[in-house]
């Protein structure tokens, strides 16, 4: 399986602060039909996860422009802006290209 | 407006059987896979495997195959996951998500379903 590796596994951050999440893989998710299949959701306390980012870099209907993914190969990263405290809680990313599917560890942002 | 409403917690010995569903609305059922996935306590994500009622076609993460059964009803659009004898190690919640075959990834997601397991 394709092991997915995030860091850092915990990202304590200021309000209004840029935070910064990289997902590496020992494959490179470029899939043979050309696109790059890797995922960002976010899973806040309580609740199911939700997606933010697909295909590398693009956002999901709703969700604020101050995320944004970025990366190819093996090597890929969740940027946010600026904090807000509603940013709070757990993030993975997912590699879509390999069977089977695999799953970050989860980086848990928390708002110092 | 998708949505996926999954069934309610349970509590099981071990060695019990169960099924745990999710009713999917918003769109054709048909035309997406359904996929589980596991949230075991203090752990990451693992996706489990995935169901497709159009194609009656399922799909499992070696890591789980023969542990679990997913199937799907179209009749009343909602996939189940069964275990037909359960171990404390099934104690998690389980996600259901429709799976985006474009994008690779799971875009709508159910609110989860906790299954306890304890003697």
């Known amino acids: 399986d394709v092991v997915v590796t995030q860091s850092p596994l915990s990202l304590p951050v200021t309000l209004g602060q840029p935070a910064s999440i990289s997902c590496r893989c020992d494959e490179s998710l470029l899939h043979s039909d050309g696109n790059t299949y890797l995922s960002w959701f976010q899973q806040r306390p309580g609740q199911s996860p939700r997606r933010l980012i697909y295909r590398v870099s693009n956002r999901d209907s709703g969700v604020p422009d101050r995320f944004s993914g970025s990366g190819s190969g093996t090597d890929f990263t969740l940027k946010i802006s600026r904090v807000e405290a509603e940013d709070a809680g757990v993030y993975y990313c997912m590699q879509g290209a390999h069977w089977p599917w695999t799953f970050g560890q989860g980086t848990k942002v928390e708002i110092k | 407006e998708v949505q996926l409403v999954q069934s309610g917690a349970e509590v099981r010995k071990p060695g019990e059987s169960l099924r745990i569903s999710c009713q999917t609305s918003?769109?054709?059922?048909?035309?997406?896979?359904i996929g589980w996935v596991r949230h075991m306590p203090g752990k990451g994500l693992e996706w489990m495997g995935l169901v497709h009622a159009g194609f009656s076609a399922t799909k499992y993460n070696p890591s789980f195959e023969g542990q679990v059964t997913i199937s799907a009803d179209e009749s009343i659009s909602t996939a189940y996951l069964q275990w037909r004898r359960l171990k404390a190690s099934d104690t998690a919640i389980y996600y259901c998500?429709?799976?985006?075959?474009?994008?690779?990834?799971?875009?709508?997601w159910g609110q989860g379903t906790l299954v306890t397991v304890t003697s």
């Open positions: 998500a429709r799976h985006d075959n474009s994008d690779q990834s799971f875009d709508f």
């Open positions: 918003g769109y054709t059922f048909t035309t997406y896979w």
